[in-house]
């Protein structure tokens, strides 16, 4: 049981250059996010799936897409990296029971130069 | 979406109680209220959630007056390891977790 995890760990882009951020989960729970983490910040969401099949906006999508591929994997594309997406992503998932408790995997530290 | 107060850091010695309280004025009837640690280059990891009074698990308690406008997050006798960032977060089912909203957090440091 391996819970979130997220390929890859570490990139580096330059301006305008394009890339797919990876996630996957193993605990067969319905919703899944992306958060962006600043240095020094707290995280902000880009976007959530609460079910496969669905996927919307949170606190900071500009410049993002994201794909629920299917039950266990979400993605999150940036078509044209800025320096200003230069921070840490974390995947996540809940079960979207009661008290929805997320578990994280352990980030993609992206650099864009 | 409650909106929540914490300090934003506080020390502490090994082998010392650490209490970190937490404002949630707005709380709603429907509302939890969970706590998070991250520690550095590592993604938030659940400690504890409750919805009033008392809930204690193998890590921490978190206490919750009656009026819920307020909670505290107990961890007792730190270690150097307890360095980390706490977060406070209150949200309510069914899109509890499409609601939240990390704050800065409160950065605890535990001095040998």
């Known amino acids: 049981n391996a819970g979130v995890t997220q390929t890859p760990k570490f990139q580096v882009l330059k301006t305008g250059q394009s890339m797919t951020l990876q996630c996957a989960q193993d605990?067969?729970?319905?919703?899944m996010y992306w958060y962006r983490q600043d240095p020094g910040m707290g995280l902000r969401l880009i976007y959530y799936?609460?079910?496969?099949?669905?996927?919307d906006k949170g606190e900071v999508p500009n410049g993002y897409n994201v794909s629920r591929l299917n039950k266990r994997e979400f993605s999150l594309r940036l078509e044209s990296a800025a320096p200003s997406q230069t921070s840490v992503y974390f995947c996540?998932?809940?079960?979207?029971?009661?008290?929805?408790?997320?578990?994280f995997g352990p980030g993609t530290r992206l650099t864009v130069l | 979406l409650a909106k929540t107060t914490q300090p934003i850091s506080m020390d502490s010695y090994e082998g010392q109680e650490v209490n970190i309280t937490c404002s949630h004025n707005?709380?709603?009837?429907?509302?939890?209220i969970t706590w998070y640690q991250q520690f550095p280059s590592q993604g938030p990891r659940f400690i504890i959630q409750?919805?009033?009074t008392k809930v204690t698990n193998e890590v921490a308690s978190l206490f919750i007056p009656a009026d819920r406008k307020s909670s505290t997050l107990s961890l007792p006798r730190v270690s150097l390891s307890d360095t980390a960032v706490y977060y406070c977060?209150?949200?309510?089912?069914?899109?509890?977790?499409?609601?939240?909203?990390f704050g800065p957090g409160t950065r605890l440091s535990v001095l040998p």
């Open positions: 707005n709380i709603a009837t429907n509302d939890y």
């Open positions: 605990m067969n729970h319905n919703s």
């Open positions: 409750g919805y009033k």
């Open positions: 799936s609460a079910s496969e099949g669905t996927t």
């Open positions: 977060l209150v949200g309510s089912s069914p899109l509890y977790g499409q609601n939240f909203v």
């Open positions: 996540a998932s809940s079960s979207s029971g009661n008290t929805d408790t997320q578990y």
